[in-house]
């Protein structure tokens, strides 16, 4: 209560600052006679405008010393700006009925008898209100008497071609009804008065248009200096961007195997899972029927996979970048597409330089290596490309590639280096072409865009012609957030957080914005990609799947926000359907869908959306979108818990992968302090959930089968990325790599307990409508003896199953480290390949060596760093688990070590909150934490017992002591190891 009283004390004391500063400029105090305003720095763009009119005496500025330059500017101040210039002896009042005898009036009623303005129809001028650039523009135009000349258009049209022929227009100004700043106002007036235009101006068509070109490279300079300003000197400054069948029938497809013509390959085999039939995503793995490519660390592997009595490795590839780094992979027709991330550092020459990036410490480019694999023992470099940015997304689409990157340009250079140099630049090895991507005035750009950065969007071809040529479309003012694609159109989303103009880079301003989507539309055509459409609608979107095309729809969901504290937030979620030939018409939608929940899962299906909204209670929506126009909710279903992801089993049966949950409000301990900080009821989720849902009655909806994996800390990769799941419904096949986590003791049990691993692989299922699911196995790449308790810190995750996958009749599980072969019909093991892990694996970072010891003889040691090894931190938790569990039924938790030796021990079961840093950071599941260091002389430990935390650890000359709570008889066992 306190900080928000001194908060509103601010803002007032702020707020009255502000109305200080207006009536000063009213009285045209002069602050800084003769000089510059204090807040118009050298590198503002229009400072030699501002200068200028300072210069002449027409613009004072506020009696603080400041101009605030980049504040809207209201139709009294504009006028007063230009009258100002034009007569200094202006006089009038009440020359309207908003305009008496204020400080303004002279200068309005002086531009009025001049016939310079009219007013509106109900004798109102309106003074307060900002100037739009198209009022601006007649205003300007009339008073200095500027060559209009009479046609078709709006009303606006002549004046603003009038200033079109001045070069009168800045840059900064992108739409007709853009309100103008003080200083762009400045621009304007100097432009016309001084008669020296040295700087690039808009044109009419550019405003005009709704997709407009830069025109010249003198614009682009101009547009990426003002940014830099805005950047990097406007004070308080805050960037707000944010850097992801045929057409007409349903998007999804219910079984993905290929048949396969080869004698010696699979008669079937899976492939990545994707969210449209014929658009191929790129994945960490992907298999032919016969080998098995897959991206590790800073190589790609090829294995022969089928037969599975066959199975062999081959020498991983090594390429020609030592600083790439590969992140996912396709396979296409004998071609391996690997797309990954390079870099390039100023201290580091080896690698060849494609833009001038020399002077900035590093800059991420995004690489393709295209491989000839007709022989996968001797892969055949035929293609490599790279380009400047980040990588987004790729689809691909029979013989194309589609890639989208997104480059936020150095603009910062500009003071010593060309504006070539800062265009994104790219090099290709087939075509031999390297330099810019696209020229200055091929570049696009959107008007109103919050962020300068570039979005590439490039179709490569898979064959190895020499003249197929990458087709390439750049556009400024749009980065890039979630991809989707039909077999038709590329869709590219960005969320955009709209902000007062006055307040945008206003660090003191409140945290109140309006979050938008807008959607950039590509139209693809055998590698070719044409910019066809841009659309926006409200709130922002979950992933890939909040987004479909349908016949002439495209449909989008969405959930909005009101504030951004834990208190008081609105969520409301919505449905929009689009005109996808022209994005900026909304045919129908469906708007706050479940108020004060937000989605968690969407999935379209032909004729109906799916969605699943969440906050302790999992309502499961069908929504009817066969007309457009007309969307509607045909039905929903409350059960416990959620689906992150939806996946169709046929047209009228829906499989949800999410969590189990337990309402917080039905439980007694832990609930209090989050009930106070949500101020509502809210669900602690549980263990994995998967369900079938029946939609054969749209209005009632029902949960058919359901299936519960493991309690709270059970997780699979499938959650969050549906390539992790294999399904095929004829085969009733349904794999996913899952890691497993278990209470033992449940009797005290409130729901936010999380339990301990007890197993890591993957689940293999049976699926059909008439038993539900039916587990069939479990398979692992763990040793048997491997105990999943020390999971949490000492895991070796070279051994944790990344992908499932099948090759005719025997089913695959991939590890960083390892394949396993086993029979589909009854999981048996064939074969294994297990090689030397040297790199990082793909979900995280290297694991730590497991090798077990005898518990009962492990001494605790160190190495000649006074830091301790794996196995002393592994033979720590051993001695204090075993007197946990077999004393006190508390199990143990995570003991990471550090650089000098210590490692923090924790174990126990019902900590207090809220005493010693230390202690109080505890959660509620631990009573105790020790600095362990085992070359220490005497007693080295951490007392958390006077915070009720129960218990004291304590080491002594390498062993081991739990000391028992003071409440107890005192005794001190001894545990050592």
Known sequence: MIRRVLFFIFISFFSFGMIFSVHAESNNTITQEGTVFNDVVKEHPYVDAVSYLR????????????????????????????MGTLDPKAQGENCFSDVKEEWFAKYVCSAKAKGII?????????PDRNIFFVEASKIVSKAFALSTSAGSGQWYTPFVKA?????????????????????????????????????ASKSFAALSSKFPQISSCDELQEKLKTEDYRQNYRYGRVMYSMEEAAPSNAS????????????DSASSYSQTNTQVEGVDESDIIKNDGKYIYMVEGKTARIFEAYPPESLTAFDPLSFPDPQFTPQELYISDGKLVIIGTTYFRESNQSSEKIAPWGFAPYQSRTKIYVYDVANPSTPSLVRESEFDGNFVSSRRIKNHVYLVTSVYPSYYILKDHPIEDVIPQYKDSLTGVSGQVATCSDISYFPRYQSPSFLVVAGIPLDSTEGSTIEREVYMGASANTVYSSLENLYVSLPEYNYDENVRYDMFAPSVMEASTSIYQFKLV?????????????????????????????????TTREGWSMRGNTLKNHLFILDRNNLETIRGKIENIAPGEQIYSVRFVGNRAYMVTFKNTDPFFVIDVSDGAQPKILGKLKIPGFSDYLHPYDENHIIGFGKEAVDSLSTTEGVEFETTIQESNFAWYQGMKMAV??????????EMFKEVIGDRGTTSELLYNHKALLFDKAKGLLAFPLTVAEIKDKTSHTGSEYGIPTFVGAYVYKLDLTDGFTL??????????????????????????????????YLYTVSHGMIKANRLNDLGQVSALQWEVVDDPWIGYPGIDSTSIDSTSAIMTTDTNNTLRNNDVKALLDAISEYSIDNSGALPSSIPSTENGQVAAVIGNDASKGQADFCSELVPTYIAAMPFDPTAEGAHYTDCSDYNTGYTVISIDNRVTIAAPSADSGETINVTR
């Open 55 to 82: 210069a002449q005496g027409v613009i004072q500025g506020y009696a603080d010393g400041t101009f605030m330059p980049d504040q809207t500017i209201n139709r009294a101040e504009f006028l007063k700006i230009v």
């Open 118 to 126: 009219s007013g509106y129809e109900d004798g109102s001028f309106k």
């Open 163 to 199: 200033l079109e022929k001045k070069k009168a227009i800045p840059v900064s100004i992108d739409y007709m009804e853009k309100s103008v700043t003080r200083s762009e106002m400045a621009e304007m007036v100097y432009r016309l008065k001084a008669g020296k235009v040295t700087k």
């Open 252 to 263: 999804t497809s219910f079984e993905k195997s290929v048949s396969a013509g080869s004698e």
């Open 526 to 558: 055998d590698g070719k990609i044409r910019f066809s459409g841009r659309g926006q609608v409200s709130g922002t979107v979950l992933n890939q799947f909040s987004m479909d095309e349908n016949g002439d729809d495209f449909r989008i969901a969405t």
């Open 693 to 702: 849902f029946d939609v054969t009655d749209v209005s009632n909806p029902k």
């Open 776 to 809: 069939r196995g479990k398979i692992t790449h763990f040793d048997a003896s491997y105990n999943y308790r020390y999971a949490s810190y000492n895991y070796p995750f070279q051994k944790v199953i990344g992908r499932v996958l099948y090759l005719g009749d």
